[in-house]
């Protein structure tokens, strides 16, 4: 009897036991805990990487494990951007207009009559909510791992864990030196600054090198979401292939010879490839050489030399950046997630043609610090630039490059990876995609409403960028209407357009300093301006720009600021 009496309190307790243990994977109405199954979101930036320096948008450069996602993926051929990385990154963290966001001019390159502006606050302002906030608030573990350039390293309200970011590891100026030197981009900032969530980091490890360390931290950020069991937003925001070029020894030798013919045979392989990819249209023809370019022919051979160890040392980067993408995204398999993520990667601006060394005594500063002798370009106490003519070469077949509004200083590369949608792999696609619908695909994606004009009692603005997902999930045929306006200024270079119609204005000697007309559909190189013959078309693009210059406050600089010198020019 009593062994009889045992047995049944074990069952009791058995039960009991069961009982407790299910009642704690209930919540507190005593349902079952729910799984959040929402999309995760990864975004990936390259910094200064030109339109076609992807292997899958025509490029000799190895990208093999970017153009794998694009043979998953929808490329486009235009994605736009803002001129520079700053305003690029501020409309896309908040799908509003750079001139509303805090950059209607970067930090520090103000003129006289934008000092004090809304708007020109060379910061991200409080007059927007970015997304990551929005996805914070609504249960989403949010991180970014790489560049910031969106506030001030000395004012914490304007770092990223004050904006919406679980957790974070940052560069926060615009630039630097890719090692554990931590050193500066500019001759007057003491030494680059980097942040993890609320701290200034100190020592970086010696074996640090930007591009690894960034998708180190993203696979920990994202290992933190599963082990929280919370959606992620990821922002992987390289500094790569930013000056000064650098790369680990290993590597310096990667691409040894390929560049040796120079950057006019190079933009003749680039643009024919594009064509075979179907990202650059067939009927498109190389566009002459600038005129702050010389022949190659015409370079002493010393100048040959260092301009061959620039493209090689940008090239290993763009490979090395494209090596650690492909460790993130193979995480992301490993982990079981990749099905559920959205994966987008971009450039933020056109490849960066123009030279640092003219701007506040940097290159009296890169002399007398720096050993750039060809053995030593590319380590750790060196400082490269990538070059004019090679940059126009990576923004085939558009024109110019960052810091203009010109189609090569706005079109960047972007692919976007939606396992749930209906588009079809290895798609091209030749819309007008702007880089402020990714905040609300984002948050559409997430079913996350943006609080239009006011969050918790701050007026901010709504945001003007349109989500993407209806076309991804084939709900429409496209994402903007046909005739739907898009307009860019920075530094008083401005640029609009409308259908087929680009309309730019430009200061000499780069452009006329009148508005210029080109029509896109037959003329993608833009060299030829039809402002005389269509002045119909013109006046009607200028009423549009009044518009626009109206609706987003914008205040043209009285005066040149930055980007408005080079160190050659041809005659």
């Known amino acids: 009897m009593t062994t009889t009496i045992n047995s049944f309190v074990k069952i009791v307790i058995s039960l009991l036991a ?47 494990n970017i153009d794998a996602l694009a043979q998953q993926s929808t490329r486009f051929t235009s994605f736009c951007t ?25 930090d520090g390159d103000w003129s006289e009559n934008q000092l004090g502006l809304k708007g020109y606050e060379g910061y991200l302002n409080f007059d927007v909510v970015t ?20 506030g001030s390293p000395r004012k914490k309200e304007q770092w990223p864990f ?67 069991e919370k959606p992620f937003f990821h922002f992987l925001s390289y500094t790569a292939p ?23 045979k190079l933009a003749v392989q680039r643009l024919e490839k594009g064509k075979e990819k179907g990202v650059i249209p067939t009927h498109a023809t190389l566009p002459p050489l600038s005129p702050n370019v010389y022949p190659w022919a015409e370079l002493a051979t010393e100048e040959q030399q260092k301009a061959i160890k620039s493209m090689e040392l940008y090239a290993a980067m763009i ?51 720096f050993d750039n002798s060809l053995a030593n370009m590319g380590k750790i106490n060196s400082y490269v ?18 810091a203009f509004a010109t189609e090569g200083g706005v079109r960047a590369p972007a692919i976007i990876h939606y396992p749930k949608g209906k588009k079809e792999a290895n798609r091209i696609h030749h819309d007008f995609i702007s880089v402020m619908d990714l905040a ?71 452009g006329t300093a009148e508005w210029e007309l080109y029509d896109l559909s037959n003329d993608i190189t833009q060299q030829n301006n039809l402002a005389a013959s269509h002045p119909e078309v013109v006046k009607e693009l200028i009423s549009e720009w009044a518009t626009y210059e109206k609706n987003n406050n914008v205040t043209l600089p009285n005066r040149p600021t930055a980007y408005a010198k080079e160190t050659i020019w041809r005659e």
């Not at 997304?131 to 969106?150: E, M, N, R, V």
């Not at 930013?242 to 006019?264: I, R």
């Open 18 to 64: 069961s009982l407790v243990f299910l009642n704690s994977c209930a919540n507190e109405k005593g349902s079952p805990k729910k799984v959040d199954t929402r999309p995760n979101i990864l975004l990936v930036v390259a910094d200064d990487l030109g339109f076609t320096d992807l292997g899958c948008y025509g490029s000799e450069i190895k990208t093999p």
């Open 82 to 106: 803002g001129p520079t990385c700053s305003p690029t990154r501020a409309m896309l963290l908040t799908g509003v207009d750079a001139h509303k966001n805090g950059y209607g001019t970067m």
């Open 131 to 150: 997304f990551p906030k929005l996805l914070q608030d609504a249960g989403y573990h949010t991180s970014i791992a790489g560049k910031w350039h969106l």
């Open 162 to 228: 004050n904006r919406g970011f679980s957790r974070s590891f940052c560069l926060l100026p615009g630039g630097g030196g890719h090692f554990y030197d931590k050193q500066p981009f500019l001759s007057m900032i003491p030494e680059s600054a980097y942040t993890q969530d609320s701290s200034l980091v100190g020592a970086l490890p010696k074996d640090f090198y930007s591009t690894k360390n960034y998708a180190d931290k993203a696979i920990t950020f994202i290992d933190e979401s599963i082990q929280e």
């Open 242 to 264: 930013h000056w000064p070029l650098q790369v680990p020894d290993q590597f310096v030798d990667l691409y040894k010879g390929q560049y040796d013919e120079g950057y006019e």
């Open 319 to 369: 490979e090395r950046l494209d090596y650690h993408t492909g460790r993130v995204i193979q995480h992301l398999k490993d982990k079981g997630v990749y099905e559920n993520t959205l994966i987008i990667f971009m450039a933020d601006n056109g490849a960066e043609g123009n030279s640092i060394m003219g701007y506040a005594g940097t290159g009296e500063w890169v002399d007398t610090t």
């Open 385 to 402: 630039e990538l070059g004019t003519a090679w940059a126009q070469v990576s923004s085939l077949p558009f024109k110019w490059y960052k």
């Open 440 to 510: 609300p695909t984002f948050l559409e994606l997430a079913t996350v409403q943006h609080p239009k004009t006011n969050y918790k009692g701050r007026a901010i603005f709504p945001m003007t960028g349109t989500s993407i997902l209806p076309w991804l999930t084939g709900k429409t045929a496209s994402v903007h209407p046909p005739k739907k306006v898009h307009a860019w200024e920075l530094y008083g270079r401005r640029g609009l357009r409308k259908g087929n119609w680009k309309m730019e204005w430009m200061e000499k000697p780069y």
